[in-house]
């Protein structure tokens, strides 16, 4: 039954909570792009209105997801598991994994020929910045979204998550993708030769994607990348590189120099 009073509670409080995520982790990301160290992946500028264009979109993603969260919590469609500590972390480890696994379809979809025209907004950013992360299309916002409702809605059927793990896991969620499209490079030097790099890739690992519109289609991870063969083997050369002070040029092309 729809409660109108418990939506627009959970409506608001999420529209909060996302724009401000959002907000403070698009400065976090700016802050970094600005540091005289810092260490940037794409050496080519921001097209002028691409900034523009993205806060637009921004503001649509940040209302949509927040509507399906919404209503998925005041319909309780999802069955929720325990709130323990234990609980809680094993739960943003399953909401982790499954939403990269989901994400990867997804991706993967959106890159046939029959949908690219609704992920092509978010290409238009090839040199990314925080706001290019969540500057999507309509219909693929509807598809994080059901990402979001359903992974937690799937897993309740096996293994009830957390709603702490789960709303942790939203906020990491949402602070990984926008500052992970931050034009400069965070992760460390010794990352892609940890097994560590299976769960949680550098930027630069997203930046070859928006270069290259192929290829590194994970979330936050190289795991399904590395399964299903679309990792790119020049990735980790031009990481050391861009952790040398070198910025990638040439659409994130990485041959050898002359």
Not at 151 to 173: C, E, R, T
Request: net charge positive.
């Amino acid at each position: 039954m729809f409660d109108l009073g418990t939506f627009l509670d959970w409506f608001v409080v999420l529209v909060f909570a996302h724009a401000a995520v959002t907000l403070v982790t698009v400065a976090l990301g700016r802050a970094a792009e600005r540091a005289p160290s810092s260490k940037r992946i794409q050496g080519d500028p921001v097209p002028d209105g691409q900034v523009e264009r993205e806060i637009r979109a921004n503001i649509r993603f940040c209302l949509l997801i927040p509507l399906a969260l919404a209503l998925a919590l005041q319909g309780r469609w999802i069955v929720w598991g325990p709130d323990t500590i234990g609980w809680a972390v094993a739960s943003f480890f399953l909401c982790s994994v499954v939403f990269d696994v989901y994400f990867y379809g997804l991706h993967r979809l959106l890159h046939t020929r029959a949908m690219m025209r609704f992920h092509r907004h978010h290409h238009l950013s090839r040199v990314t910045s925080p706001w290019s992360a969540q500057s999507v299309s309509t219909v693929e916002a509807l598809g994080w979204a059901l990402g979001y409702v359903g992974v937690p809605w799937l897993l309740g059927h096996v293994a009830p998550v957390s709603l702490i793990g789960y709303l942790v896991y939203l906020f990491y969620n949402v602070f990984g993708n926008v500052i992970g499209h931050a034009n400069v490079e965070l992760g460390p030097p010794a990352l892609t030769r940890s097994p560590a790099v299976w769960l949680a890739h550098p930027y630069t690992f997203h930046a070859l994607h928006h270069a290259r519109f192929t290829g590194h289609f994970g979330f936050g991870s190289t795991f399904m990348d590395r399964l299903a063969g679309t990792e790119w083997p020049d990735w980790v050369p031009a990481y050391e590189r861009v952790m040398a002070g070198e910025p990638l040029r040439q659409h994130g092309k990485t041959e050898p120099r002359a």
